[in-house]
């Protein structure tokens, strides 16, 4: 199939990789509202490397975006988070096939504070937060009735009382966030003439500082 999209020209795009990113992720979040076309808007695929230089991704949700970069939660001792450890490098991506757009992220891994990540864990669903105990992340496990058994001994021993700390915050639980070198914002077009427009560092600020960044574009 052709795509059919907007494109995006160097006189639409904001003045610094966080407004544009937050934009491109309100008018997705609007469409699937509007059209039901866009699930889980903010899911982001995140890439890593192993210790023989493999590569692995995964997708999770992004559930922190400001100007310190776009981050996500996760079991400290999971898969991912043990190749960041040791590599220190990550990327991730936005993508929303429905609209012709993608956003592109690479940098450096930072872990998330402890007080960021208490208070998003306790504004979890009380069943999200038991199963942040009952799982211990990229482990072989024998089989589903063991997953389940594990959630039902954490269930009983945390049970719901509609209280957002019913369940304390489990020592394994953190999150990452990426520190951007590089922002790509990718839009379809006819003939596969996409547009590239890439935000890449050149001083020192976050993503909301314009003169931290330069923009050029790249051929698709």
Known sequence: MDYPGEG?????????PLQQVRRWVAEAEARHADRGDVPEPVALSVATVDADG???????????LDERGPGFVTDLGSTK???IDATGGMAASLTWPAMYRAVRFRGQAVSIGRDEIT???????????????????SQP????????AAYERYAARYPDTGSPDDVP?????????IACDEVELWAGRRDRLHDRLVFT??????????????????QP
């Open 8 to 16: 995006l020209s160097e006189d639409q795009l904001a003045p610094n």
């Open 54 to 64: 493999l590569p692995n991704v995964r997708t999770v949700l992004m559930r922190f």
């Open 81 to 83: 988070s043990r190749e």
């Open 119 to 137: 208070a998003y864990f306790t504004s979890r669903p009380w069943g999200s937060r038991i199963s942040a105990w009952a799982s211990e992340q």
């Open 141 to 148: 496990i024998a089989d589903r009735a063991a997953l389940v």
């Open 169 to 177: 915050v489990p020592d394994s639980w953190g999150g990452w966030r």
């Open 201 to 218: 560092r050149v001083a020192d600020g976050g993503l909301d500082v314009a003169d931290a960044w330069t923009v050029h574009r790249r």
